[in-house]
Nanobody, 124 residues
Framework: QVQLVESGGGLVQAGGSLRLSCVAS????????MGWFRQAPGKEREFVAA????????YYADSVKGRFTISVDNAKNTVYLQMNSLKSEDTAVYHC?????????????????WGQGTQVTVSS
C-alpha cells in the first residue's frame, strides 16, 4: 500500500487560489496513478483530476477545467493540485488517491489507497 498525506487546504475567498499537496511514502510506484477527488457533506464523492497512466495526459471534471491543474514532482514523491479562481462550489474535503492500471480514472472504486483529506473552504 501507499501512504498518502494531503496538505494545503484552508480558507480562501472566492476568486482566490490554493495549492494542495499529496506526499506519497513509497519509492517504487507510478506517481501518475495518483488523482484527486473531493466530497462535500451530504454529497457524493466527485472526481476532480487525474493523469493518464503514462503521465502524458491529464483529465479534469468539467466543473474545474480551466481552473485546476494537476502536476507531479517525482523527486519529492508529491502530486499537486493547483486551484485557481475558486468558487464556493469548490468547498469540500479533497483527497488524493492511487488507482491500479486499467481502472477508470473517474471512479472512486478504482482507487485503493486514499489520503486522509484536506479541507478547502471558499468564502464569499
Amino acid at each position: 500500500q501507499v501512504q498518502l498525506v494531503e496538505s494545503g487546504g484552508g480558507l480562501v475567498q472566492a476568486g482566490g487560489s490554493l495549492r494542495l499537496s499529496c506526499v506519497a511514502s513509497a519509492r517504487t510506484f507510478n506517481r501518475y496513478a495518483m488523482g484527486w477527488f473531493r466530497q462535500a457533506p451530504g454529497k457524493e464523492r466527485e472526481f476532480v483530476a487525474a493523469f493518464s497512466w503514462s503521465g502524458d495526459s491529464t483529465y479534469y471534471a468539467d466543473s474545474v477545467k480551466g481552473r485546476f491543474t494537476i502536476s507531479v514532482d517525482n523527486a519529492k514523491n508529491t502530486v499537486y493540485l493547483q486551484m485557481n479562481s475558486l468558487k464556493s462550489e469548490d468547498t469540500a474535503v479533497y483527497h488524493c488517491a492511487v488507482r491500479a492500471r486499467g481502472s477508470p480514472y473517474g471512479l472512486g472504486s478504482s482507487y485503493k489507497d486514499w489520503g486522509q483529506g484536506t479541507q478547502v473552504t471558499v468564502s464569499s
